[in-house]
C-alpha cells in the first residue's frame, strides 16, 4: 500500500494525504455489525492497523436510512458518512422534490437523511473536543449518498460560522439548487472542497441537471487510465449530456456500480502517488 504520510490537519488546499485518507475513512465506515450499524472496535482496530495512525475513537450512528461516524485522531476529528447498500433501489428513487436548505434549495431525500443523524453527530463533535482539544480540527467526508450527506452538512456548519477544515466526496451526487451552488461557490467552503468522480460513475449524473441541480466543490475527475485530472473540459461537458442512461438504472443487466466502487476511488489515488492531480 502507498503511504503518503498522515493527514496533515490543517492544510486546507488540496493535499494528496488528505485525499487519500479522506477515501480510506470514507471507505471504512462500510465496516458494520449484524444489525447494519457501525462496526465501532472493529473500525477503530483497521485504522489503527494502517501504518502508524493515532485514532483514539469511533462513535458510529445508525438510522434506517442513514449511517455514519465521528472517528477522533490524536490531531483531528472527521464526520464521516456512509453510502447505501441497495445502490440500484436508491438510484431508482433518487429524483425527489427539493426543499430549502441552508444556502438554497436541497434535495429532499438527501437532506432528511443528514438530519437523521446529524444533530447527535455535533454533539459528539463537541464532546471529544471539550474532552480533548477544543482546537483539533474537523473534516467531512463521505461517498456516494454520504457524499452528498458531508456537503450538505458542510453547509450547514459554514451557514452557522462553525469552523471546519475541509470536505472530500467520492462518487457524490448533486445535492442542491442552481441558488445553493451559487452561494456555496461564493460564500461557502468551495476551495476546501474536493469532489472526486470516478470516470462514468453513475451516481454523479444525479439527480439530472435538467431538475435544476448542480454539483459544487473542485472536481477531481478519475479519468479511465486512473489520472487525475482538475480540468476535463469538453469530455466532461460531454457527460453531462448523457442523462438518458439514468432512465435505464435498476433494469436487468445494467451495471452502474463498476465506476462507484470506493475501492476504484482508492486504487486511482494511490496509483497516481504523491502529486496534485492534472490541470
Not at 488528505?18 to 471504512?28: F, G, P, Q, S, Y
Request: charged share 25%; proline share 5%.
Amino acid at each position: 500500500m502507498t503511504s503518503f504520510g498522515p493527514l496533515q490537519p490543517f492544510r486546507t488546499r488540496y493535499t494528496p494525504a488528505n485525499a487519500l485518507w479522506m477515501a480510506r475513512l470514507a471507505k471504512i465506515v462500510y465496516m458494520k455489525l449484524d444489525d447494519g450499524s457501525p462496526d465501532e472496535k472493529g473500525i477503530l482496530q483497521a485504522l489503527n492497523q494502517i501504518g502508524a495512525a493515532r485514532f483514539d475513537k469511533v462513535v458510529g450512528f445508525n438510522t434506517s436510512s442513514s449511517q455514519a461516524c465521528v472517528i477522533s485522531h490524536d490531531d483531528y476529528v472527521a464526520a464521516v458518512f456512509r453510502g447505501t447498500d441497495e445502490l440500484a433501489d436508491w438510484l431508482d428513487n433518487v429524483n425527489v422534490k427539493s426543499m430549502p436548505g441552508p444556502f438554497g434549495e436541497v434535495h429532499r431525500g438527501f437532506y432528511e437523511a443528514l438530519m437523521d443523524v446529524w444533530p447527535n453527530m455535533r454533539q459528539a463533535i463537541r464532546q471529544i473536543r471539550e474532552e480533548e482539544s477544543p482546537r483539533r480540527p474537523l473534516w467531512l467526508a463521505g461517498h456516494s449518498l454520504g457524499g452528498a450527506m458531508a456537503t450538505i452538512a458542510a453547509s450547514m456548519l459554514a451557514d452557522d460560522d462553525e469552523p471546519f477544515f475541509g470536505v472530500y466526496t467520492f462518487g457524490s451526487p448533486r445535492c442542491g439548487d442552481k441558488e445553493f451552488a451559487r452561494v456555496y461557490r461564493n460564500d461557502g467552503p468551495q476551495q476546501r472542497t474536493f469532489r472526486f468522480q470516478n470516470n462514468n460513475d453513475i451516481v454523479t449524473r444525479v439527480p439530472a441537471r435538467v431538475m435544476g441541480y448542480r454539483h459544487v466543490g473542485q472536481l477531481v475527475y478519475i479519468s479511465e487510465d486512473q489520472k487525475l485530472v482538475r480540468d476535463v473540459g469538453f469530455w466532461y461537458r460531454f457527460l453531462d449530456t448523457v442523462e438518458g442512461v439514468v432512465s435505464d438504472v435498476g433494469k436487468p443487466g445494467f451495471d452502474c456500480t463498476k465506476d462507484h466502487d470506493m475501492d476504484c476511488y482508492i486504487e486511482a489515488i494511490e496509483k497516481w502517488g504523491d502529486n496534485e492531480p492534472e490541470d
